[in-house]
């Protein structure tokens, strides 16, 4: 497991902003992160891979 930082969870998810990371933690069941200390906020890499992974897929006929 790695920590990530709001950088790279926005790489992986594929958001272009901040907020949108912090606006699906409010609403939805995005993964919240962990508070290290002295400003520091990091997301776990598991908890981020299983909501990706969770996410449904989309089906075209």
Same mark, same amino acid.
């Given at each position: 497991?790695? +920590?990530?930082?709001? @950088? @790279? &969870?926005?790489?992986? *998810? ?6 949108? $990371? /912090? ?5 939805? @069941?995005? !993964?919240? !992160? &962990? &508070? +290290?200390?002295?400003?520091? $906020? ?5 908890? $981020? @891979? %299983?909501?990706? %992974?969770? +996410?449904? *897929? %989309? *089906? /075209? !006929?």
């Amino acid at each position: 497991m790695f +920590l990530l930082t709001i @950088d @790279d &969870v926005l790489r992986l *998810t594929g958001y272009k902003s901040r907020s949108s $990371i /912090y606006r699906r933690m409010r609403h939805q @069941d995005f !993964p919240r !992160p &962990v &508070v +290290l200390g002295g400003g520091r $906020i990091r997301w776990r890499s598991g908890e $981020i @891979d %299983q909501w990706l %992974q969770s +996410l449904p *897929t %989309q *089906t /075209y !006929p």
